[in-house]
C-alpha cells in the first residue's frame, strides 16, 4: 500500500506539474503603466523596393533614426514601455521572400534594443490601408478569407520569433485597430478571426502576454462586444482606443474622412477661448465648407458641425463624452472579472500638424488634452500609450527632423 501510495503520488505531482505547463496563467506576465507609440513609417519605402535590404532593413523604419539615447531618453521622461507599430505588410508581400527570415529577426532585434534601454515594449502588428504601391493593406486581409490565412500565418511566425523573448519585458499585439463590424447591420465577425490570431499566436508562443482588441477601429463599444471567456487564457491584456472628441483631436487630417479636412483652429476644450473668438472660428470652418465642399455634402456637414459642437460646449458635456469610452471598458471588464491592471488604453493623442497642412495645433492644447485622457485611464486603474513619437501627432519629432514644442512631454515629466 504505501508503494501504491507513493506511486499515485508521483503520478499527481507528475499531472500537477503538465498542469502548469498547459493551463493559463492567473495574469498577465506582462504589466506596464505609461507608454508611447514608436513611429511606423517615415519614409513609406515602395513596395517595388522591398526586395532590397538597404531600403527595407533594420525594421520597422525608425531604426534609422533613432539610437538607444533617443530610446532611453524617452525612459528618463517617465515612460516604462513602447507599443512599436510593425506594418505587416511586408511580410506578406512576394517582394521580400528572399528577406522574410531577416525581417522577422530584425523585428526581434528592435524589441531587444527597446529593452536594452531599459523600456519594455509592445510589439503591435499594425496594418494600414493599401494604396499607392502597397498591394496588401487591412481592407484585402479583412476582405480576402486566402489573405487572411496568410495573416494568421504572419501572426504564428512573429510570436515564435518572439518566444524566447522574456515574457516580463515584451508583449505581443496581433492587429491594431481592425476594420470590420463597423457596419450598421451588426455584423460581429471579428471575435471569431480574433481567436483564429489568438490560436496561432499561442500555439508558437506560450509564455507571452498577448494583447487582443475589439473590432472596429479598436473602439470601447466593440471591445464591450467581445465576450473574453471565448478566450481561455489570462495571460491577456486587453486594449482599446478613444481619440474622443474626435472633431477636435483630428482636427485637418484630410485621410479622416471627407468632413475633419475642414475643420481647424478649434481650442481645447472649447471654453479655453472667449464665445466670441470660438464663434470666428466656427464661421471660418463654415466658409470652408461652403467654399470647397461637394455642394451635395455642404448642408449635411454644416449641421454636423453644429451637432458636434453643442455636444461639447460646456465643460459638463465635453467630460461626459470624454468618460463614455472609459465607463464602457470599466463595466465590461466589472462583469467579466477582468482586473484594471489588463486593460490598456492602446492610443490616444491630438494632432498636431496634417501633412502638408500649414495650420499646427497650438501646443498648450494638445498638453490639456493627453493630461485629461492620462488623468482618466489612471483614475480607472488602465495603463496607456500616447500617439505618438513624430509626425502629424508627434510629441516629440515633428516633421524633416524639427522638434515639436516641448509642453506634451513636459505634462508627461510631471507625473513623476
Given amino acids: 500500500m504505501a508503494l501504491l501510495g507513493a506511486m499515485i503520488k508521483t503520478l499527481m505531482a507528475a499531472l500537477l506539474a503538465l498542469g502548469a505547463l498547459v493551463l493559463p496563467a492567473e495574469a498577465a506576465t506582462f504589466s506596464m503603466k505609461r507608454g508611447l507609440n514608436l513611429d511606423q513609417w517615415t519614409t513609406w519605402t515602395g513596395e517595388e523596393k522591398w526586395n532590397d535590404p538597404n531600403a527595407i532593413l533594420p525594421y520597422p523604419e525608425w531604426r534609422k533614426f533613432l539610437k538607444e539615447d533617443d530610446l532611453k531618453a524617452l525612459k528618463d521622461a517617465g515612460f516604462d514601455f513602447l507599443r512599436m507599430p510593425v506594418d505587416p505588410s511586408p511580410f506578406l508581400s512576394d517582394e521580400t521572400l528572399a ?12 524589441a531587444r534594443l527597446i529593452n536594452r534601454a531599459g523600456l519594455k515594449v509592445i510589439v503591435d502588428l499594425h496594418l494600414i490601408p493599401a494604396g499607392g504601391s502597397r498591394k496588401i493593406g487591412m481592407s484585402e486581409v479583412m476582405d480576402d478569407p486566402a489573405t487572411f490565412d496568410a495573416y494568421v500565418e504572419v501572426v504564428r511566425k512573429m510570436a515564435h520569433t518572439l518566444a524566447a523573448e522574456d515574457p516580463s519585458q515584451v508583449a505581443f499585439e496581433l492587429m491594431n485597430e481592425p476594420i470590420v463590424d463597423c457596419d450598421g447591420n451588426g455584423t460581429n ?12 499566436a499561442r500555439s508558437s508562443a506560450t509564455r507571452l502576454t498577448l494583447i487582443l482588441t475589439g473590432g472596429c477601429y479598436s473602439n470601447a463599444a466593440s471591445l464591450a462586444k467581445v465576450d473574453p471567456k471565448a478566450i481561455p487564457d489570462d495571460n491577456v491584456i486587453w486594449t482599446f482606443h478613444s481619440y474622443d472628441p474626435f472633431l477636435l483631436t483630428h482636427q485637418g487630417a484630410t485621410w479622416a474622412g471627407d468632413f475633419i479636412r475642414y475643420v481647424t483652429g478649434l481650442p481645447y476644450p472649447l471654453t479655453a477661448v472667449p464665445r466670441a473668438r470660438l464663434d470666428v472660428a466656427l464661421e471660418t470652418i463654415r466658409d470652408r465648407i461652403g467654399a470647397e465642399a461637394p455642394w451635395t ?21 465635453l467630460i461626459g ?14 462583469a467579466n ?13 491630438m494632432i498636431r500638424q496634417e501633412y502638408g497642412n500649414a495650420y ?14 492620462i488623468a482618466r485611464a489612471e483614475t480607472h486603474g488602465f495603463s496607456w500609450s ?12 515633428a516633421f524633416d527632423g524639427d522638434k515639436a514644442e516641448p509642453n506634451v512631454m513636459d505634462a508627461i515629466r510631471s507625473l513623476h
Fill in 337 to 349: 472579472g477582468i482586473k484594471p491592471e489588463n486593460i490598456t488604453l492602446g492610443e490616444f493623442g
Fill in 360 to 373: 499646427v495645433m497650438p501646443a498648450e492644447y494638445r498638453a490639456a488634452y493627453v493630461k485629461d485622457m
Fill in 99 to 110: 528577406l522574410r527570415d531577416d525581417l522577422y529577426a530584425s523585428v526581434r532585434d528592435s
Fill in 189 to 200: 465577425l471579428w471575435p471569431d478571426r480574433q481567436k483564429k490570431l489568438f490560436a496561432a
Fill in 321 to 334: 463624452q470624454m468618460d463614455v469610452p472609459f465607463k464602457t471598458v470599466e463595466d465590461w471588464a466589472t
Fill in 386 to 397: 500616447v500617439w505618438g513619437y513624430g509626425g502629424a501627432f508627434g510629441i516629440v519629432d
Fill in 297 to 317: 455634402r455642404r448642408s449635411g456637414m454644416l449641421a454636423y458641425l453644429d451637432e458636434q459642437v453643442a455636444g461639447m460646449d460646456t465643460p459638463d458635456k
